[in-house]
């Protein structure tokens, strides 16, 4: 099994570019199954959550063609409605073919995810939505079971913003027959860059990005060229990195439109920020970060998926701050991983309360999701001595070639 490991030095700088966000692609090649035409795609990051979709695609007959960050998708010749559970296990985003696949063909035999590291994590919603636009759906053996010789127009509220299930729905709505409006949907802007493609493709779509979706079902779907947006975490990632080693990077290829929450509380730490079309720079002037309060909610509020690099901002910074968790219950694994590095971190049901240090101790560690693994990067990146990083599969999920791009920047960085 690969490790990372990483001798804690002094600040990076320079420039990074970002890859195309992972969470808008995933939907995007799933939105592949809605037409027998081709979907051309572009800036497709090369990390493994994608391989996986990839390779399930071609596993239900799909024809793929990659070459480098470009993909082309052709669902011309579908012989399966099966997702394993093999699948699924490794990549929840695997349940993004329920919604297409039972749309276009009636009929889907899609795994249940079962828990994750970082939470229960239920598919209630996109299972209900289904329901009320027609689907039979049962619960077999661990499968999720669904049939609908033409799914209908429905009007579905849901009781959580979820961003799969609101992809899901979306998707599936397009090839229903009459009007489907969904209410409560998760706002991050993935599902809009998702409507912009189905949109290009030739779904009647209104109100995508905003609570409110309208989407008037169409017979078929046709061909569309796109380009996967940036990779908002990861530039939050880097950025925050940054900021811990007390540097200064610019991130390109990024979109700082999507950051803003983000980027708000780095401010608050004390790096100065400049922004332009697709790019910003963080500067610290190396100085310490201060600790800032963390409430994670969804988009357009503190994203979960950086509350586990502000854990380790926090645990190196000048103060003490909360990070309280409110998406995953289940999601401060990363913390007892700081902890062995010499934090200071005291749990409190979903409220971490952090007092920062000067230093953290390299030490042996190990990653537990794809985000706590980021966390650990951060913290060794800014400790006294080697740190160790076991189980860094988790890491290749979703960074693209981190190690080196750290590398670029400076950081004594290897894998082994
Ligand atoms: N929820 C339900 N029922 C459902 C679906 C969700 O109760 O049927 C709850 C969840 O338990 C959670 C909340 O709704 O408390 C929000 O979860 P959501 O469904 O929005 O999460 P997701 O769609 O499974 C996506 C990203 C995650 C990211 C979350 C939140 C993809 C493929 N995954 O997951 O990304 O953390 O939204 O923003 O888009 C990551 O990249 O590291 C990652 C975990």
């Known amino acids: 099994m690969e490790k990372i490991i990483i001798t804690g030095n002094g600040p990076l700088s320079g420039e990074v570019r970002v890859a195309g966000a992972k969470n808008a692609a995933l939907p995007i090649i799933a939105a592949g199954l809605l037409s027998a035409e081709p979907l051309t795609i572009s800036n497709v990051p090369a990390v493994r959550d994608i391989s996986t979709a990839l390779e399930l695609m071609t596993m239900l007959g799909a024809k793929v063609e990659r070459s480098g960050t470009d993909l082309t998708i052709t669902s011309a010749n579908i012989s399966s409605l099966h997702v394993p559970y093999e699948m699924v296990k490794t990549m929840r985003g695997s349940i993004l073919m329920l919604g297409p696949l039972l749309a276009r063909f009636g009929e889907a035999d899609v795994s249940l995810p079962g828990g994750c590291a970082i939470g229960t994590r ?3 919603e996109h299972i209900t939505g289904l329901e009320a636009m027609g689907a039979e759906i049962d619960i077999e053996g661990g499968y999720i079971k669904a049939k609908a010789k033409r799914l209908r127009g429905a009007h579905y509220t849901f009781d959580v913003p979820s961003v799969t299930a609101t992809e899901n729905l979306l998707m599936a709505a397009t090839l229903a027959q009459g009007t489907t409006i969904l209410e409560n949907c998760a706002l991050e802007p993935e599902i809009g860059d998702l409507a912009l493609l189905l949109t290009q493709m030739g779904a009647r779509i209104s109100g995508a990005g905003t609570s409110t979706i309208r989407i008037e079902g169409v017979d078929a779907l046709g061909a569309a060229t ?3 947006p940036p990779d908002r975490i ?3 990632t880097f950025l925050v990195a940054a900021a811990v080693t007390r540097g200064d990077i610019t991130v390109t290829g990024t979109n700082p439109d999507f950051l803003q929450h983000v980027l708000g509380k780095l401010e608050q730490a004390g790096a100065r920020l400049e922004t332009g079309p697709d790019w910003i720079k963080l ?3 190396n100085r310490q970060p201060r ?5 994670t909610a969804p ?3 503190f994203p979960t998926d950086m509350q586990a690099q502000f854990m380790a901002l926090n645990a190196l910074a000048q103060g003490s701050a909360t990070v309280v968790e409110n998406i995953f219950e289940n999601r401060f694994m990363h913390v007892a991983e700081l902890q062995r590095m010499g934090a200071d971190i005291e749990l409190q ?3 971490a309360i952090v007092r920062g240090l000067e230093r953290l101790q390299g030490a042996p560690v190990m990653a537990t999701d794809l985000r706590a693994s980021a966390c650990l990067i951060i913290a060794a990146l800014a400790a006294n001595g ?3 990083i076991d189980r860094v599969y988790h890491l290749d999920r979703g960074y693209a070639n981190i190690d080196t791009k750290l590398a670029a920047l400076g950081a004594v960085i290897s894998r082994i």
């Open 299 to 301: 988009y357009p509020a």
């Open 349 to 351: 049901g979903h409220t």
């Open 386 to 388: 080697q740190t160790t």
């Open 226 to 228: 796109h380009q996967v």
């Open 122 to 124: 239920p598919v209630n």
């Open 283 to 285: 500067n610290m002037a």
């Open 291 to 295: 600790a800032v309060n963390i409430t």
């Open 234 to 236: 990861e530039t939050g």
